[in-house]
């Protein structure tokens, strides 16, 4: 008798079942992977800026950039782009694909703010005791539900890069992950030094600061 060598229908549902579940364990851990790396490049983006600010610092008079345009225009002063960062992927995280935000050509007006948050108005004499955010992803980015966490009562979860965390630089030239729960939220208008010091560059609405008053400069360590 010839012996049937072939698959019965049974075996080769069975097969794709095992498959559809392998795939399905393995995905979770791949897109974390991914996530993982696109963590790290945005620290490393961090770090290159920290380099770029305390070379801006040594040929301003010890200042950090004051304003939005000391990050891309030049005339009487350097600004960061492109004299001290030259390559404008260096102001994107990859996350901020999760917002449709493309790799930036150049830095402008339009896009400087795409990926990070800024605190503008520091400098190299700041003298809080309070570990200073002065870079930081704009926020989160996360579509669950965040009620659970009363710090982030009132912020903007779509505007950042990150699901469980963000980014920051500190003006000591560290660089940390801040978890989901630990957040503590810049504020444009501090008047006296806040209690608990924010941990991360961006507002809950994920603009950046600018200190431009003797009530904030004193709140931010700067008198």
């Known amino acids: 008798m010839k012996k049937n060598l072939g698959f019965t229908l049974m075996e080769i ?22 996530e993982r790396a696109r963590r790290t ?48 992927k260096t102001f994107w995280c990859p996350s ?24 503008f108005g520091l ?37 950042g890069n990150h699901t469980w965390g963000i980014n920051t630089l500190y003006i000591d030239g560290s660089a940390n992950w801040v978890n989901l729960r630990d957040i503590v939220f810049a504020n444009e208008n501090y008047t006296s030094p806040p209690n608990p010091f924010p941990n991360v560059a961006c507002q809950k609405n994920g603009y950046s600061v600018v200190i431009d008053t003797d009530g904030e400069r004193n709140a931010w360590g700067e008198d």
Not at 113 to 118: D, R, V
Not at 127 to 144: C, E, H, Q
Request: include cysteine; glycine fraction near 4%; charged fraction near 15%.
């Open 13 to 34: 549902l069975v097969v794709i079942a095992i498959i559809a579940v392998l795939v399905g364990l393995l995905l979770p851990s791949l897109s974390g992977a991914r």
């Open 41 to 88: 490049t945005c620290m490393n983006n961090l770090k290159q800026f920290s380099i770029a600010y305390e070379m801006y610092a040594e040929d301003h008079y010890e200042k950090f950039p004051d304003q939005p345009t000391a990050l891309y225009i030049g005339g009487n002063f350097k600004s960061i782009y492109p004299y001290y960062i030259n390559t404008p």
């Open 96 to 119: 901020s694909t999760n917002r449709k935000i493309p790799i930036p050509q150049t830095i402008n007006n339009l896009n400087w703010y795409n990926s990070y948050a800024f605190v």
């Open 123 to 159: 400098t190299t004499n700041n003298k809080s005791l309070n570990a200073v955010p002065i870079i930081s992803d704009r926020g989160i980015y996360n579509t669950k539900d965040l009620s659970s966490y009363s710090n982030l009562s009132g912020c903007d979860p779509l505007t």
